[in-house]
């Protein structure tokens, strides 16, 4: 370890503005140039409907790439170079993902909306954080507007409920479990502990990873998360979970919250709130609703029926930068009655917070979101919003789900493709078992296949475990894959089954 | 409550593209336009020096005016309308902090180098996700670069430490925290509670809500925070540290982890970091330092030695977005064992986490931070780090620094001001007191004229409670503020004294 030595202490010249290097740095018709050279090479890939996969490059080799393109200049500013720009644009679009081809289907997201990815570049350049009124106007008040909008969605009263904005579905659902915890152990902020009690979270055995990483945050251990189990749907079964409540209670473990999900992630299954929120009432318990994926839904009147029952949550997540197409983070928690979002954190601090609130800190939200600083995520989505109207997003959300349901039909009708489930979003998993596949062998092919598939085919699709076997997975999200691209990739899987089959044969 | 009916099984036509409107939403040539029309919107602020505060609006009528921007259009997709677009940047811009301006002091945050604008904007639109190697590659890449080259400058070995991005310094100072409990407490993440022992933490008074914040989060009570004393300097007393852990441990506390900060939000003070890592050893506690400030000092030679001793910190939470001048959030933990990294979060999802890790997985982050979904949020400091080298935050650096040292020798001079430190960063704090101010109004006379400077003056300034009596707060940012503006600052706080008394005198 090296030894910092202490020169505050040397003399310096008294405050002059610093050399021109900085004040270049910040030259408006420069950055007005370099703005338009990347959006020419942004604009690229909205034409170029080409149906490609994931372009993976070994690390050592992107690391020698991205080292080559940075300045060897230590002790000067190094002048601007529109040449170094380029490449490393290039580079940059190169290995990412194609997220507006319609062969990426990997992941829960995609190509945004461009106007919110060019409201999202104004948000980084005009005011920074969003956690407080006289530091984000416009967020505040666009936060405010689009939990009104989307509040009446879910069919909350404006007047009660409230809406926060907040950076990712995980940090959404961590501050939902506090505020259930500062309803059911109001003491703990201040005292810590629980004195014999153990608190408990009941979560769907298909609940995504942030919900029991929240709870280990907390404090909460792995033996405290009651799993409640599975119908064939792969939804919390409604009659199983009462029975599992019972015995954690036997167990000493007090469950103050249940976790249900509105599209899980692994295969979009949206569990039965309406049932859910009686279980949550007979045992006292608060309901969080994990809809980072499906709350979207809301928005399509031919889809909202799969949220059935949300109107009874205490709270809702619901992620924008999934099926709202802007860039992420954007994510929103809801509770239906404003008051409780004050539980879950509870502080002061002279700097940030006022003494004697008035009109405008009434708009201030860093009392009920995790962060100080905030980006304004709010601005992208509320300028869709009143650009467009709320038709764009049901228009795209309706096409990706009708599109999971017709590839469902289709897969029904090949022998050598498994369905694990009936889609009821945008998520569609699936098993290739052509024969001379031995049963044992299953899982690990389907790892095999994917990686296969990703490493240099046409289409990027991931994984998932499925009761302990692999499944493909194909996120439908773009309005350019159709049905036909998704018998393209039946065949590029089967192309590389017979590979794999092949290869085996071989050793 | 409204009751959301089932309407999922409604017949629906085969997945056929959707209509014109969304493929309008995505046409290339209308993204470059749009593009072109906000950065040119963007680029004014740049040239525009004058001096300017806040223009605080009243939220009703800031409310309507978003709201008549908005289309009523629900069932069709609202075409593209470039006035509208005008109209909602015109309105964001100009009730934004002018972050640009010698004026804007408020808060810790500046305009940003256009450049990494300009990155972040391709960050948005080119790949989402950057927790995981295949969704995000340049980024994953770019992260471990600048881990590497911030890692020398903080004095670590670049093959033992690592460094990983997370969304804000709240959630670094959370991440840090878990990773010292599950040194302290392996069995705490699966069996949860402490079973008599209760973990506490040991933070300087004048710590970061965050950090407190974070305890509170992981169930850790306010009683279990140990408050170390500070000197008159307003950093940790190391030699009343000592007596106060050992107090602690008396009360039944464990505490396991001292939390310093390089750079109080507060006044910008730099905690004794070599004389507390010695403690800390002694004590045999995990020493996080909350860098979030100052960390960025270490790029300077004339400052670095701020942070004399760093290098014996278990970990350092250091935000790109307030002293490097990019977009926020950028935020970067750094460990000086890389493999304790691993300790925050223990988990596996199938669908992101890989059950036979490969060369690529090796660069996924997704295990070591907080959230699945994270914006490739080191982009914009890589590339401008790759463009200009680390002499452009030097450079700004220094000048800030320079200032608040320069600034605070002007206040000595005045008889009606009270400086209540001497600036070690970019931080100045002090009090006016005109004659005729009696010592019991010391305190309201301080948020009436900050409040009044807010409501209309030339200067955004901030404020802060020190001792229990607020001051006023200057946080110098922007490279074209001289000391001839903090000398128009204390004029105009004289005049908003002057008619503060006046007021007073006619009631």
Redo the contacts between chains.
């Keep these: 370890?090296?030894?910092?030595?202490?020169?505050?202490a040397?003399p310096?010249?008294?405050?002059?503005?610093?050399?021109e290097?900085?004040?270049e740095?910040?030259?408006?018709?420069?950055?007005?140039e370099?703005?338009?050279a990347?959006?020419?090479?942004?604009?690229?890939p909205?034409?170029d409907l080409s149906v490609r996969g994931?372009a993976?490059?070994?690390?050592a080799e992107?690391?020698a790439a991205?080292?080559a393109?940075?300045?060897?200049?230590?002790?000067?500013?190094?002048?601007?170079?529109p040449a170094?720009?380029d490449a490393?644009?290039d580079?940059?679009?190169r290995?990412?993902?194609p997220?507006?081809s319609p062969g990426a289907m990997?992941?829960q997201?995609s190509?945004?909306?461009?106007?919110?990815?060019?409201?999202?570049?104004?948000?980084?350049?005009?005011?920074?954080?969003a956690s407080f009124?006289?530091?984000?106007?416009?967020p505040?008040?666009?936060e405010?507007?689009m939990g009104e909008e989307l509040g009446r969605l879910i069919?909350?009263?404006p007047a009660a409920a409230a809406m926060v904005t907040t950076?990712?579905?995980?940090?959404a659902n961590?501050t939902a479990l506090?505020a259930a915890r500062a309803r059911a152990f109001p003491a703990?902020?201040?005292?810590?502990?629980?004195d014999g009690v153990?608190p408990a979270v009941a979560v769907g055995a298909d609940a995504?990873?942030?919900v029991?990483?929240a709870a280990?945050?907390?404090?909460?251990?792995?033996?405290?998360i009651v799993r409640l189990p599975l119908d064939a749907a792969r939804r919390i079964d409604v009659r199983r979970a009462g029975p599992a409540l019972a015995a954690a209670r036997r167990r000493g473990l007090s469950v103050f919250c249940l976790v249900a999900s509105a599209g899980t992630?692994?295969v979009g299954a949206f569990d039965p709130l309406d049932e859910l929120a009686g279980l949550c009432r007979e045992h006292g318990l608060w309901l969080h609703v994990d809809g980072a994926h499906g709350a979207s839904l809301?928005v399509s009147?031919?889809?909202?029926?799969?949220?059935?029952?949300?109107?009874?949550a205490d709270s809702l997540t619901w992620?924008a930068?999934k099926l709202m197409f802007v860039?992420?983070?954007c994510t929103m928690l809801f509770y239906r009655d404003g008051a409780r979002s004050l539980g879950a954190?509870?502080?002061?601090?002279?700097?940030?917070f006022d003494?004697?609130p008035d009109?405008?800190a009434?708009?201030d939200s860093g009392g009920r979101n995790?962060?100080?600083?905030?980006?304004p995520m709010i601005?992208?989505l509320?300028?869709l919003?009143?650009?467009?109207?709320?038709?764009?997003f049901a228009?795209?959300i309706?096409?990706v789900c009708?599109?999971a349901r017709?590839a469902h039909g289709l897969l029904l009708a090949e022998p050598d493709f498994e369905a694990v489930h009936a889609p009821?979003a945008n998520i569609l998993c699936f098993r290739h078992r052509p024969r001379g596949l031995a049963a044992p062998d299953v899982h690990r092919f389907q790892?095999a296949v994917r990686n296969r598939v990703?490493g240099g085919g046409s289409f990027f699709i991931?994984?998932?475990?499925i009761d302990g076997t692999?499944a493909l997975?194909a996120v439908l999200m773009s309005?350019?894959t159709?049905?036909d691209h998704v018998r393209m990739l039946l065949a590029e899987i089967r192309d590389a089954g017979r590979a794999l089959l092949a290869e085996g044969a071989d050793r």
């Design positions: 370890m090296t030894q910092i030595d202490d020169r505050c040397a310096a010249a008294p405050s002059a503005p610093p050399g290097g900085v004040g740095a910040f030259d408006a018709r420069r950055f007005r370099s703005a338009g990347v959006a020419a090479r942004l604009a690229g909205l034409t994931l993976l490059t070994d690390p992107l690391t991205a080292r393109l940075m300045t060897a200049e230590r002790d000067r500013i190094a002048p601007h170079d170094r720009l490393i644009m580079l940059y679009v290995t990412g993902i997220v507006h990997g992941r997201f190509g945004v909306v461009p106007l919110a990815g060019v409201m999202d570049f104004a948000g980084a350049m005009v005011s920074q954080p009124y006289e530091a984000g106007q416009l505040s008040v666009a405010r507007i069919g909350w009263d950076s990712g579905g995980s940090l961590l506090l703990l902020w201040t005292r810590g502990g629980t153990r995504h990873y942030s029991t990483r280990g945050v907390m404090g909460i251990g792995e033996t405290q992630t692994s809301l009147g031919e889809l909202r029926g799969r949220l059935r029952g949300v109107e009874h992620d930068h860039p992420a983070p954190f509870r502080q002061r601090a002279s700097y940030v003494e004697e009109e405008y009434a708009l995790f962060e100080c600083t905030k980006r601005m992208p509320w300028t919003w009143a650009m467009h109207g709320p038709a764009l228009q795209k309706e096409h009708r599109l017709d009821q790892n990703r991931s994984k998932v475990d692999a997975r309005h350019h159709t049905l």
